[in-house]
């Protein structure tokens, strides 16, 4: 009974492990970074804590000193980020609202972040 109870714990912590990794801030490269927007949808300074190499491009942890958290994409190869304009930080503080513009769109593109580069 035990031993089947361990098996299946081990399994869980296995496949959890493994849906943490594919995608998001763990992946590398990022799919998905942190920014930090002020009031009227103004990007602002955010810190990430990165790994030392210049090839693992991956943040652990972003905080924001000041304005809101929000996730957003990173930009796919051969992909622009928007602009940074009136009309599109007007559009990205509508879309910020629930914390994420991952999946948001502006003039028909994704509203995403250039790749950091380290």
Same mark, same amino acid.
């Given at each position: 009974?035990?031993?089947?109870?361990?098996?299946?714990?081990?399994?869980?912590?296995?496949?959890?492990?493994? !849906?943490?990794? *594919?995608?998001?801030?763990?992946? %590398?490269?990022?799919? &998905?970074?942190?920014?930090? #927007?002020?009031?009227?949808?103004?990007?602002?300074?955010?810190?990430?804590?990165?790994?030392?190499?210049?090839?693992?491009?991956?943040?652990?942890?972003?905080?924001?000193?000041?304005?809101?958290?929000?996730?957003?994409?990173?930009? !796919?190869?051969? *992909?622009?980020?928007?602009?940074? %304009?009136?009309?599109? &930080?007007?559009?990205?503080? #509508?879309?910020?609202?629930?914390?994420?513009?991952?999946?948001?769109?502006?003039?028909?593109?994704?509203?995403?972040?250039?790749?950091?580069?380290?």
């Amino acid at each position: 009974m035990i031993r089947t109870f361990l098996f299946a714990a081990a399994a869980l912590a296995a496949s959890s492990g493994l !849906a943490l990794a *594919q995608g998001g801030m763990s992946a %590398n490269p990022p799919t &998905e970074t942190t920014l930090c #927007l002020d009031v009227g949808g103004q990007s602002l300074p955010v810190v990430c804590k990165v790994p030392g190499s210049r090839l693992d491009k991956r943040e652990d942890i972003c905080i924001c000193r000041q304005g809101m958290r929000v996730d957003a994409p990173v930009c !796919a190869p051969g *992909q622009k980020a928007p602009t940074e %304009n009136l009309a599109f &930080e007007k559009a990205r503080k #509508l879309a910020a609202r629930d914390g994420s513009i991952i999946g948001d769109l502006y003039q028909g593109q994704p509203m995403c972040v250039e790749p950091r580069k380290p």
